[in-house]
């Protein structure tokens, strides 16, 4: 789940007011993310491991890009790099401080993960319809991130993330099925959702003394009341849009019916 999102950087006002109250610190984040200069991306693998915007108060409030599949700081050489970053996409939130990948980060490494929005899958018979959900107020939507800089051989340093995940809301669990699943089957993990950070929750989600069960406890599932979900061009094989403005515009799938 959540292997794939849409951020479009542009929304500089957006997001700089996401990540501050105060005017003048908002001003000098718009120009913080004017200077990185981020492609707007529509719709993107986390297997092609592309740079998500995200923020951290580490050194002071700031934007950063980091690489999408998180690097623990003990990986040897590039070619474990390579492999474990495929594994570290996404980070279930109930054992981020059991497993040796992520539990570093879950105590020392936490960011937003900032994006207008993610997509699903829904399966129906031997197709896939894809879906974009995101916030119906239309604001960015933070994600809960951990993130780890990363030193390896001759010279290669990156900073590199992974989205947390939760147990699904009744929406994406109307939405996240698995393929051969029937209506109503229990399934044996059950389906999943990105952590969405509460705008209140910033502040103690990037904070770096805040206690463990406290972190656990917040790693919730949204508020389905609060999120929208339509169906777009299809996302996957020969028909597949790529990364442009349509990927994020509603298209109608007859086959679904009453279900969009």
């Known amino acids: ?113 900032l994006m207008d929005g993610y997509f699903e899958f829904h399966h129906l018979g031997k197709r896939t319809f894809p879906f974009h959900i995101r916030l119906k107020n239309g604001e960015p939507m933070a994600l809960g991130g951990l993130y780890e800089h990363w030193r390896g051989p001759e010279g290669i340093a990156m900073t590199t993330v992974s989205i947390v995940t939760t147990e699904a809301n009744a929406l994406m669990r109307h939405i996240h099925n698995k393929p051969g699943s029937r209506p109503g089957q229990v399934q044996a993990e059950g389906p999943r959702m990105p952590f969405i950070v509460p705008r209140g929750m910033d502040g103690e989600w990037l904070g770096s003394t805040a206690d463990k069960d406290r972190i656990a406890s917040m790693i919730q599932p949204y508020d389905e009341r609060e999120l929208e979900a339509y169906t777009v061009p299809p996302l996957l094989g020969k028909q597949a849009v790529g990364n442009v403005k349509e990927a994020v515009e509603p298209f109608s799938y007859p086959e679904l019916g009453l279900f969009q």
């Open 1 to 113: 789940m959540c292997y794939t999102v849409s951020q479009l950087t542009k929304r500089e006002v957006a997001y700089a007011r996401r990540a501050a109250t105060d005017e003048a610190e908002i001003k000098r984040l718009e120009q913080e993310l004017r200077e990185l200069s981020m492609p707007p991306l529509f719709h993107v693998s986390g297997f092609a491991h592309p740079d998500l915007l995200c923020f951290t108060n580490a050194d002071g409030p700031h934007f950063t890009p980091m690489r999408w599949g998180l690097i623990p700081s003990w990986v040897k050489d590039a070619a474990q790099a390579a492999q474990i970053s495929k594994q570290t996409l996404n980070a279930r939130g109930g054992s981020i401080f059991e497993k040796p990948s992520f539990r570093h980060a879950a105590a020392k490494n936490r960011c937003l993960v």
